[in-house]
């Protein structure tokens, strides 16, 4: 291992992991030790959202400037099929049939092995101590506790699910949420984190870890076996690119929804800027969205759609983009069907978190990963601690319309041993000279590209701040349902989001658009800026301030 301490940057929504990231740099670290450190603290002091339990992406750029992908997504228990799902008594969201076999623990392990620097054991230390020790409650553990409780919103454990779920209590004391500043412990989930870091990802996927899993999936009527997760395989692929003005963009591939957000911003490659928020440039950035995701319904797991790559780099070329392009019209939006082949499902996935981390050789890292529903399935594993996913929820099942009428999305059916399709789509830009100059990503489900498109646009066409393009409004537009959602004014940790103008309204109303209004928008990113000044480069890591606990951290090796 080198003795020279490397700067870097970090950025997720939580404050306190992106310092454990740091303080990975701190050690000797690169960026690749400090993101899996970084997760690991998320899992621990966020489940709602992330946990070992869960799975997720990367996009990767080496300090040689090659990229590179890995897919570590859940992926089905060999004896799924869409028979079992059609049973409309069986839940794709809540209890074992909702899980899918993990793969966090397992893409872990295999960046570490391809880009790592540090001791594995050493990068569990901080998410070990919050966990063993306790972290204070704040703001985002809190609302995902109280949005559970009867009523929604209260601090009442009594009615709600989490009051027959064992592994819960420890959230509650009295019969109330834990209030912010209290501490909460994991001791249990400390145990299984200590296990994983001597023994490595074979002691979560085989042993007594990988029973204790099992049998809480059996035990809840899932389908997962000791198999299933002793035959999980993370995957390396190659990741997507285009061309945006003078930069070029990297995401990875399906079953990740990079195709989809490199697609919008292609589309809106063929546009020069207009003034920032101006109802031309919002009518063309929701008739961008709209018309990448339709193409975002032809997605699924690779391995089970043939001919799914070259479709993706197909959608991508400079002729297809061109095309895209052409379709917008300045003057009015279209019905949803213009946009997307008929009577197919706009999936509408959930959760997710998401972990930019850059260091001063040139490795930069964005992973988003996610146990999907808040809470995953709601099965917290007896004697281990860790909060299971809920990811086959993320799968189409044939013979199941979706709420509007829509038949599911063929390519996206449920399989044993198939990935189900994700709008995450962590993201890297580089400009004209090789040099990165943007790293994010984001969560909030079928949010998630809009949000990455308008943060990116944020910092390459209006050169804002990392922590003003974090701030700025966003909109939101899927086609279907047939609405876009402008979130109201609105103020978080003393910033103020500036919600969408009467004139900005009135001018999409006008172009046909229908309005939708949102408190805030559901989606959540994080964010790297590189900046070169006189002094060198320079980091911007933010999070997004509409939760209470996001936040970068920067570490200058003096």
């Known amino acids: 291992m080198s003795s020279e301490l490397l700067s870097g940057a970090v950025a997720s929504e939580q404050r306190r992991a992106s310092e454990v990231g740091t303080s990975i740099l701190a050690a000797g670290g690169n960026a690749a030790d400090a993101i899996i450190a970084t997760i690991l603290t998320v899992n621990t002091l966020a489940p709602y959202h992330s946990d070992i339990g869960g799975g997720g992406f990367a996009i990767i750029r080496d300090k040689e400037g090659r990229y590179d992908s890995l897919d570590f997504r859940h992926t089905a228990p060999a004896a799924a099929n869409s028979e079992f799902y059609k049973n409309p008594s069986v839940s794709t969201a809540i209890g074992g049939a909702a899980v899918a076999v993990p793969g966090e623990i397992r893409g872990l392990e295999a960046l570490h092995?391809?880009?790592?620097?540090?001791?594995?054991?050493?990068?569990?230390?901080?998410?070990?101590?919050?966990?063993?020790?306790?972290?204070e409650v704040g703001g985002d553990l809190y609302d995902f506790i109280s949005r559970e409780c009867i009523p929604s919103g209260s601090s009442n454990l009594s009615g709600s699910w989490m009051e027959s779920e064992p592994m819960y209590a420890s959230l509650f004391q009295d019969g109330q949420a834990l209030p912010i500043g209290s501490i909460w412990k994991r001791p249990e989930y400390a145990t299984t984190l200590e296990k994983i870091a001597a023994g490595g990802a074979d002691v979560f996927y085989q042993g007594e870890i990988a029973e204790?899993?099992?049998?809480?999936?059996?035990?809840?009527?899932?389908?997962?076996?000791?198999?299933?997760?002793?035959?999980?395989?993370?995957?390396?692929?190659?990741?997507?690119?285009?061309k945006y003005r003078d930069c070029t963009l990297w995401a990875p591939p399906a079953p990740a929804s990079g195709a989809i957000w490199l697609s919008a911003m292609g589309i809106l490659s063929h546009f020069e800027p207009t003034e920032s928020g101006s109802v031309t440039d919002l009518h063309r950035l929701t008739e961008a969205l709209r018309l990448a995701y339709g193409q975002r319904t032809a997605l699924g797991d690779p391995a089970y759609v043939p001919g799914l790559e070259e479709k993706q780099r197909s959608w991508l070329t400079p002729e297809a983009l061109r095309q895209r392009a052409s379709m917008i019209s300045d003057e009015k939006t279209q019905e949803p069907d213009y946009y997307k082949p008929p009577k197919v499902e706009i999936v509408n996935d959930n959760g997710t978190s998401n972990i930019t981390v850059a260091d001063s050789e040139g490795l930069v890292i964005s992973i988003t990963t996610t146990v999907g529903l808040p809470w995953g399935s709601h099965i917290m594993v007896p004697g281990l601690g860790l909060v299971l996913n809920d990811s086959m929820d993320d799968f189409s099942v044939e013979g199941r319309p979706n709420a509007t009428g829509y038949e599911p999305q063929v390519a996206n059916y449920v399989y044993g041993g198939k990935r189900p399709l994700s709008s995450s789509c962590p993201y890297i830009v580089e400009n004209s000279a090789g040099h990165v100059v943007l790293s994010g990503g984001a969560a909030g489900g079928s949010t998630i590209i809009g949000c990455n498109v308008q943060v990116a646009r944020n910092v390459l066409d209006y050169d804002m701040t990392a922590a003003e393009a974090m701030r700025a409004n966003r909109l939101h537009?899927?086609?279907?349902?047939?609405?876009s959602d402008l979130?109201?004014?609105?103020?978080h940790q003393g910033i103020t989001i500036d919600g969408f103008s009467e004139e900005q309204v009135k001018g999409l109303e006008g172009k046909g658009h229908k309005i939708r209004w949102v408190e805030k928008n559901r989606s959540v990113p994080c964010a790297i800026k590189f900046v070169e000044g006189q002094?060198?480069?320079?980091?911007?890591a933010e999070g997004d301030p509409r939760k209470h606990d996001s936040g970068g951290s920067v570490f200058i090796a003096q």
């Open 212 to 242: 204790g899993i099992v049998k809480s999936v059996r035990d809840k009527g899932g389908l997962m076996t000791l198999d299933d997760l002793k035959n999980y395989r993370v995957n390396w692929n190659t990741p997507l690119s285009i």
């Open 487 to 491: 979130e109201r004014s609105s103020t």
């Open 477 to 483: 537009n899927q086609i279907l349902p047939n609405f």
């Open 535 to 540: 002094g060198g480069k320079r980091w911007e």
């Open 113 to 135: 092995k391809k880009y790592g620097r540090l001791e594995w054991s050493k990068l569990f230390e901080g998410a070990i101590k919050y966990a063993k020790e306790g972290a």
